[in-house]
């Protein structure tokens, strides 16, 4: 069942296009991300399916209830914003409450509501505080209270942990996560952050001037990316990109790049590798092996600088001419300087086309 | 040896520690009266000398009795006080054919300040939030007339206005002239709430959309209780204006509802008799007690607006 529906979607500010006959359906329960880098138009989209902007073009359908032109108050959603927007002169119970006294619930039902979101989120001993005496972390537990009290089955994240350092970033990520097993309501959750992405979302789409890139779940990306951008713009270090061309040798196809032939038969190509194609070959640092006894086509790289992180450590060489990354797992460690032999699982690899940078 | 060394080290390093928990020790370090300060505080107190002089001649003045300005040592203190000229400049000082002094420019004053202040810093507080929050079609054109209508003399409009006035009915009332300051204070109002409302953060405004408040409920309840420091500077701002003006307060109103600076100008100014410096001076300082109690008061609070506006929610 569907349960957020965008159809068609344009937005112009004046002269300017930030989405562009934008579709995408979300079911009912699911956990979606928005993914970009800011003014990829993500919190755009967000916005527009809250009813914060009014749309060029388009529709947009909760629980098949065409709500373009509706108030947000009237579209069933929670918002949960990035600087928490708690009113500052209430009470942590006044914020929590405000939206259900201007609907005029009655005050048994606000204070049964209020209770029960105060307990989903432990802070019932904050309820008689102002904003301004909570931490960060608290205050953002308070912004998604109010979203709770409002017994809504769409909930809008716009970059809800931005502004918390990394430590309590993890933590409330976790919570978000255990917030929607429990609730098991739909979820659009705006991030530029990937491995919030990664960690909390159902599927994936991954914005780029206001168009989508890829919509799938989180391994997919990760695994198969639809085109150089998303290749790029998923994992940490970015994967590692060698522009060559393929050529076709006793019944092998290579990728030459500067020198160096890549072997790339175990590649499953959806289309055929053309011969003299320009293509780029895309391989993550995780995904290359080190030393690695009996490996067949092995090229020799030597090691620039090492960063040791305790569970892995993070090699940089130079390799047909280029600089690339090698994630180790475990605590082997490569001095600068010293040669070692690389080779490549092309089974987990991706090549796009240079000219559309689409996969191949 | 490495031992005995570390050792060393470690008290070394715990005695610095311990020194530095303690805290600073000793005197506090004096300011020094330096070349510039004394500079700074030089300049400062010629420049308040300057300015406080006049007043220090007005309060002088108001206090002596007519034969002791006679004298013409504006500087000396009075030898015998009397306050004979504030009771005259307030209830007995005439102009033309009343007699009742400054006490009617008063009470003017005050029937057009506070309905003035309060209709236009409403109107342009509603205005400024509107403009800032709710991009109404043609807000920024809107916006741009209102503004340029404040670079617009003052002169040019004065006979137009007249009309208008007349038209309405109003001319020649109180409630024309506080329609007129009404409509006057509103550019520079509405953009200064414009601006501050605009500073707000936006979220708030977004987040009270979701939770279903609308234009009044947002306004009332979200922001207006975050904006007491720049209702205070609008208040300020409408007073003195308000309570200074004197242009209008001749052309747009009759002889009876005259404000107090006209008053104070028919006092100062009578031609008939002898010029009775005590009691103008007197007159003048009742005239700005206004508007000075209104810094003095209000300037604290304000100060204070701004300190708690800095810690923000």
């Known amino acids: 069942m569907t349960s957020v529906s965008v159809r068609d979607l344009s937005l112009n500010f004046g002269a300017v296009t930030v989405l562009d006959k934008l579709n995408l359906d979300i079911d009912h329960g699911e956990f979606l991300v928005l993914l970009g880098s800011s003014g990829c138009g993500k919190s755009t989209l967000l916005n527009c399916i809250a009813g914060l902007l009014d749309v060029s073009d388009g529709q947009i359908f909760i629980h098949d209830r065409n709500v373009t032109w509706e108030e947000p108050k009237d579209r069933g959603i929670g918002m949960v914003f990035q600087s928490y927007a708690l009113y500052p002169q209430m009470t942590v119970e006044r914020n929590l409450s405000f939206g259900l006294q201007v609907a005029k619930v009655p005050q048994a039902e606000i204070d049964k509501r209020v209770k029960r979101a105060a307990e989903i989120l432990q802070i019932q001993p904050l309820l008689k505080r102002k904003p301004s005496e909570l931490s960060g972390g608290q205050r953002q537990r308070v912004a998604i209270g109010r979203a709770l009290v409002r017994d809504v089955d769409v909930f809008l994240f716009d970059e809800p942990l931005s502004n918390l350092d990394a430590k309590l970033r993890s933590e409330l990520r976790v919570e978000i996560k255990r917030l929607h097993q429990s609730l098991k309501n739909t979820m659009i959750y705006v991030t530029h952050d990937q491995i919030e992405a990664l960690t909390l979302a159902d599927r994936i789409a991954v914005m780029k001037s206001g168009v989508i890139q890829q919509l799938a779940d989180p391994m997919t990306i990760y695994n198969a990316p639809e085109n150089l951008f998303v290749a790029g713009f998923i994992g940490s270090p970015s994967m590692n990109f060698f522009r060559g061309e393929v050529e076709a040798r006793e019944g092998r196809n290579f990728v030459r790049v500067d020198g160096v032939a890549f072997d790339v038969s175990a590649y499953p190509a959806r289309t055929k590798l053309q011969p003299g194609q320009k293509v780029v070959l895309g391989v993550r640092p995780e995904h290359v092996k080190v030393d690695e006894p009996g490996a067949g086509d092995a090229h020799q790289a030597m090691v620039d600088i090492e960063e040791p992180m305790g569970a892995d450590n993070l090699l940089w060489l130079t390799l047909a001419g280029q600089s690339m990354s090698v994630r180790l797992a475990g605590q082997r460690r490569y001095p600068p300087g010293s040669t070692v032999r690389l080779s490549f699982d092309m089974g987990v690899a991706s090549i796009f086309d240079a000219d559309s940078e689409k996969r191949l | ?313």
């Open chain 2, 1 to 313: 040896m490495d031992d005995i060394a570390s050792n060393g080290m470690v008290t070394a390093y715990d005695a610095a520690s311990d020194r530095l928990k303690a805290g600073p020790r000793g005197a506090k370090p004096r300011r020094r009266l330096s070349r510039r300060n004394i500079i700074v505080y030089g300049t400062l107190i010629v420049v308040s000398l300057y300015y406080l002089l006049p007043l220090y001649v007005m309060i002088v003045t108001s206090l002596k009795g007519m034969p002791e300005i006679r004298v013409g040592n504006i500087f000396a203190p009075p030898l015998e006080i009397t306050f004979e000229p504030w009771v005259k400049a307030w209830a007995e000082a005439c102009t033309g054919l009343n007699c009742d002094g400054l006490s009617r420019g008063f009470w003017n004053s005050v029937r057009i300040t506070v309905p003035s202040v309060i209709i236009s810093i409403a109107v342009a507080s509603v205005n400024g939030y509107a403009l800032a929050n709710w991009r109404f079609k043609g807000a920024d054109l809107f916006f741009t007339i209102l503004i340029v209508g404040a670079f617009i003399p003052y002169q040019v409009m004065i006979y137009p206005i007249v009309i208008v006035l007349r038209e309405m009915g109003v001319y020649g009332t109180l409630t024309g002239l506080v329609i007129v300051h009404t409509i006057f204070g509103m550019p520079i109002l509405t953009l200064l709430f414009r601006n501050y409302f605009a500073g707000l953060p936006e979220e708030l405004f977004k987040a009270a959309r979701v939770d279903g408040a609308g234009f009044w409920t947002i306004y009332f309840r979200i922001m207006l209780p975050m904006s007491l420091p720049i209702f205070v500077v609008a208040m300020i701002l409408q007073v003195t204006g308000i309570w200074n003006d004197f242009l209008f307060g001749v052309v747009f109103t009759r002889p009876e509802y005259y404000p107090m600076t006209v008053q104070l100008n028919n006092i100062v100014n009578s031609v008939q008799g002898v010029k009775e410096y005590n009691v103008n001076m007197a007159a003048t300082i009742l005239t700005g007690l206004v508007p000075l109690t209104v810094y003095f008061v209000s300037g604290r609070l304000f100060v204070r607006g701004i300190a708690a506006g800095a810690v923000k929610g």
